[in-house]
């Protein structure tokens, strides 16, 4: 008998610049469900918190959308959503998410955005979905992997290509 592991679904887009970035995020918004934790790494620059705004502004925020770099977290009440954007790009040692009390925020009825989720390691929860923006030439590349079943969904309702073509 042949045991399959089936990797779970991956999908990748070039983002030419930042309006397809805001796009991808704004594309995300209508399958954005409470509890879900997505990550998103990628180097400084690499167009995280452009991806979180509009994300966030899709789901109906029309304030400012800044960088939690230095709060660490950022949080929006968006359509009865619980919206925690954080960033750990500072943290020095992973238990610097422990001592700053953010376990319970992970309770499954937040949505968590986490920027830098490696400066963290083994302690978050496990993400429905990691989002990967790599500099590429002018532009950018995002890869949505889905680690969850709430992820799967995520990358399934996504097209196949890149801005979709209507």
């Known amino acids: ?30 399958l954005v469900t409470p509890g ?7 180097e400084l620059g690499a167009g995280k ?20 770099t230095y709060a660490l977290v950022e949080v929006y009440e968006v359509l009865r959503l619980n919206f925690y954007h954080f960033d750990f790009y500072r943290f020095q040692d992973p238990r ?10 992970f ?18 929860p496990p993400a429905d979905l990691e989002i990967s923006l790599a500099v590429v030439d002018s532009g950018r590349v995002a890869t949505l992997a889905a680690k969850s079943p709430a992820g799967e969904k ?10 979709s073509s209507s």
Do not use: Y
């Open 1 to 30: 008998m042949v045991n399959l592991v089936l990797a779970p679904p991956v999908k990748t887009f070039p983002l030419p610049d930042e309006n397809a970035t805001l796009a991808l995020g704004a594309a995300l918004a209508p």
């Open 49 to 68: 918190t452009t991806f979180a705004r509009g994300l966030l502004r899709a789901l109906g925020h029309a304030g400012s959308v800044k960088s939690p």
């Open 36 to 42: 879900l934790v997505v990550t998103l790494s990628g």
């Open 154 to 163: 995520i990358v399934a309702a996504l097209p196949p290509s890149w801005p």
């Open 107 to 124: 309770n499954g009825q937040n949505v968590c955005l986490i920027e830098w989720p490696e400066r963290a390691s083994g302690l978050l």
């Open 96 to 105: 610097e998410w422990i001592e700053a009390g953010f376990r319970d925020v």
